[in-house]
């Protein structure tokens, strides 16, 4: 049954009790996924040495990033509470036979890629199905609130998830380690029963999956925010999805910094990506977003390029923080106005693309990287990165609606829940 809507200003989604029991579902998850990916990789190792990991990790990769747009269309027509508790109870009761495999007999590869797979499958359900959530629990001036939230879950199971996969791997080895993961994601699906969503009408549906997979395409393609902005995306997370670490990784090894130097680099980074995730969080509005979006993306071109010609380690600290804390703001602004301006009805399926594209392409360019580097030196490859999001300020800056793009005012009422 849902409520009538309120005439007073939203509450803070950072006050939010919906909102944080969300937060608190999908901090579980995503924790619960850099435990279970560890755990296979480590029972990988086990099963058939350094080899096999690729193999096992790619079965993984592979269907999720294949069904990935499906996943966005069995989120709309089933809608995505719904898909994403689904998902969390199949991935607990796949990981959790992967622990009785385990536990009762040596570790298999042919298992392993047998639970990657099917891990891969579930995986591009529910990231679509929780991705489209937030319109759904908080009024439409708290989104930039709520991405800003997910930017410090995602930093914070970055830093505890490895910890605790460690620990559980000393103690209990790989069994262990996907039990642990099995009761996050049980923390995630009984949280994400307890969050109350906005009823929405559903988009009409065009007969098959593949019919309404087109018709989401033809959505986005036609939107004239949101073509430009899908693209913006994929210039923008090109490089800082995977391919900068690798990077940081040879550029280390290049100026003789070692692997404390790049620590150093990548945890600056995390660093700033994480503050910036803060102020956005406690920020009430943010004036001018499009404008805001593509001076961020101009600061990171112009941080890549300088990151890769530092001249000592301290300065490469500094410009890792500084694209860290600008390429983190863009990933958040960005993340809002997609959420504000997509018909609620197809929010999965552009969700689907937009996760497509920040996951899709950045591993198409990791062979680039070696090659790039070992022809032509790491600073080569940042100047690459820095002209790809010089290429997506330029485009920002170029589209009109892009430009002029505003978030909700901080009055706007919030959603009817159920």
């Known amino acids: 049954m849902n409520a009538p809507a309120s005439a007073a200003p939203a509450r803070p989604a950072h006050r939010d009790g919906n909102v944080l029991r969300w937060l608190t579902a999908y901090t579980a998850s995503v924790t619960g996924d850099v435990v279970y990916f560890l755990a296979l990789s480590w029972a990988a190792t086990r099963a058939g040495g350094p080899s096999q990991v690729g193999l096992v990790v790619a079965a ?4 999720r990033a294949v069904f990935m747009l499906a996943g966005g269309v069995v989120a709309d027509r089933f809608g995505p509470r719904r898909v994403a508790v689904v998902s969390d109870a199949v991935r607990c009761v796949v990981i959790l036979i ?49 991405q ?34 099995a009761a996050l994601f049980a923390l995630s699906l009984v949280t994400l029963l307890t969050v109350r969503i906005t009823a929405v009408p559903r988009a009409p549906r065009r007969g098959s999956a593949g019919r309404e997979l087109m ?13 430009p902005l899908v693209t913006v995306v994929g210039l923008s997370e090109m490089c800082f999805s995977g391919p900068v670490a690798t990077g940081l990784v040879l550029l280390a090894d290049e100026r ?24 956005l969080t406690v920020s009430a509005r943010i004036p001018r977003a499009g404008l805001a979006m593509s001076g961020a993306l101009l600061v990171t071109a112009a941080g890549a390029v ?113």
Not at 150 to 164: D, E, F, K, Q, T
Not at 332 to 357: H, I, K
């Open 306 to 418: 300088a990151l890769g010609h530092a001249p000592s380690l301290p300065v490469a600290v500094l410009f890792g923080s500084l694209i860290g804390l600008t390429s983190g703001f863009t990933t958040t602004v960005t993340g809002a106005l997609v959420q504000t301006e997509t018909d609620p009805r197809y929010l999965g399926r552009v969700t689907s693309v937009m996760t497509l594209c920040t996951l899709g392409l950045a591993p198409a360019l990791f062979p680039a990287v070696g090659v790039t580097v070992a022809l032509w030196g790491a600073d080569t490859f940042f100047i690459g990165c820095g002209v790809i999001c010089l290429s997506a300020a330029v485009l920002g800056l170029a589209v009109p609606v892009l430009r002029r793009a505003e978030l909700h005012p901080p009055d706007s009422v919030a959603p009817a829940a159920r």
């Open 256 to 279: 003789g910094w070692g692997a404390s130097g790049m620590g150093w680099i990548a945890s600056a980074f995390s660093v700033g990506a994480a503050a910036s995730a803060l102020l």
């Open 98 to 146: 992967a622990a009785v495999g385990l536990s009762s007999a040596s570790p298999s590869v042919w298992l392993l890629v047998a639970v990657a797979l099917v891990f891969g499958v579930v995986d591009a359900v529910f990231m679509p199905a929780v991705g489209a959530l937030p319109p759904r629990i908080t009024a439409p001036a708290q989104l930039a609130r709520v």
């Open 215 to 227: 018709d989401g395409l033809r959505y986005v393609r036609r939107h004239r925010m949101l073509a």
């Open 148 to 181: 800003g939230m997910r930017g410090l879950s995602i930093r914070l199971s970055n830093a505890v998830g490895p910890l605790l996969a460690g620990s559980v791997l000393l103690i209990g080895g790989a069994a262990g380690a996907f039990t642990a993961a």
């Open 60 to 63: 993984g990769a592979l269907p």
